[in-house]
């Protein structure tokens, strides 16, 4: 199932390697994409929104609704 989630607070490619790494620790095999310059992270997952979600925040990224 393919997600999308606005997500602030990236700003650089260390940013980015680490929502990657988050969201590839709670299913490794999710296909993440990343747009930083319009704050949108793609996941291509079968685990939950919410799920996905918290991983991103857990991080220190915020998510918009």
Known sequence: MNQTFTVTGMTCGHCEKSVTRALKQL??????KIDRSKNLV???????REAL???ITEEGY????
């Open 27 to 32: 299913d490794p095999q999710a296909e993440v």
């Open 42 to 48: 793609e996941v291509q997952s079968q685990q939950p």
């Open 53 to 55: 979600a918290r991983a």
């Open 62 to 65: 915020a998510v918009a609704a």
